[in-house]
């Protein structure tokens, strides 16, 4: 499967000449495992080892390990950006600055990693950390400026959809399938077009732009931004159920926490975004 999110394309746990899990065969519904060679596999129907366990096979522990890494480095830049770029007048513009200009390193940092065949864990920490400069500030600005009490509100919220998320994701009421995943694509390509149509024309005429940022389109816009934050978890999860399943090495959980976070990161923007717009004038 080439798993991907809101934000960015990135590579899944297949390679193009085989190895390990894929989204298309597996859906497909072919009768026999592609990826029976792989000597770290499980067997789908019983779920024990077809070969001989091998330490260096990707588990959850792994998975949930470079998680929290990566989300607790994006946590704690956040909070020194916070103490250390006050959002207050006589600092505003080199806060933005600064919150600008970790943005776009961010978004550079990751878009290598994306394009890289193997995970670089000190890309995807670097992207962490710049990603968390960037929520830092615009956290205190909003919540100084715009909402005061929105950003615990937003990170509970955050949390509340992941768990449920995962919960739904684990009874199977969500089913990660061909369909769903063409949808979920042609969905987020589809919003990120008008965003980026809106910013356009937010840059070139003033004001708002088209209007999705605030007022009742910019709710409605929030919490379809937030519905695909939510279908790209569960795209995340069959990403990691796969890897595992299939025997993938232990180094994949890095991409499993460098996508889960950019995930993450996005559902709570929107989440903030929206909160701010029900709680404004």
Do not use: H
Request: hydrophobic share 50%; with cysteine; glycine share 12%.
């Amino acid at each position: 499967m080439r798993s991907s999110n809101p934000v960015f394309s990135r590579r899944g746990f297949s390679r193009d000449n085989g190895g390990y899990a894929g989204f298309d065969a597996q859906q497909a519904g072919t009768a026999t495992n592609p990826y029976a060679t792989n000597p770290y596999a499980t067997d789908p129907q019983t779920g024990m080892p077809q070969a001989s366990a091998n330490r260096n096979a990707m588990t959850i522990d792994d998975v949930v390990s470079r998680t929290a890494m990566t989300l607790g480095t994006v946590v704690v830049t956040a909070v020194l950006a916070w103490i250390a770029l006050p959002v207050d007048p006589a600092n505003v513009n080199k806060s933005y600055g600064i919150a600008v200009g970790a943005a776009l390193i961010a978004f550079v940092l990751a878009m290598v990693q994306s394009f890289k065949r193997k995970p670089v864990p000190a890309l995807i920490l670097a992207y962490a950390a710049f990603e968390g400069v960037f929520l830092g500030v615009i956290s205190s600005a909003t919540s100084t400026y715009i909402s005061p009490g929105v950003v615990i509100q937003a990170v509970l919220g955050t949390m509340c959809v992941f768990a449920g998320v995962l919960f739904a994701y684990k009874m199977r009421w969500i089913r990660v399938t061909r369909r769903f995943y063409g949808f979920v694509m042609a969905a987020a390509m589809g919003f990120m077009l008008l965003m980026v149509v809106n910013l356009l024309f937010s840059v070139f005429g003033g004001g708002d732009g088209l209007g999705f940022r605030s007022g009742g389109l910019g709710i409605l816009f929030g919490v379809i931004g937030i519905i695909l934050g939510a279908c790209f978890l569960a795209l995340d999860f069959k990403q990691v159920e796969d890897g595992v399943q299939y025997g993938a090495p232990r180094e994949e959980s890095w991409l499993a926490a460098f996508g889960l976070t950019m995930t993450l990161v996005w559902i709570y923007l929107e989440l903030l975004r929206l909160l701010s717009i029900l709680k404004g004038d």
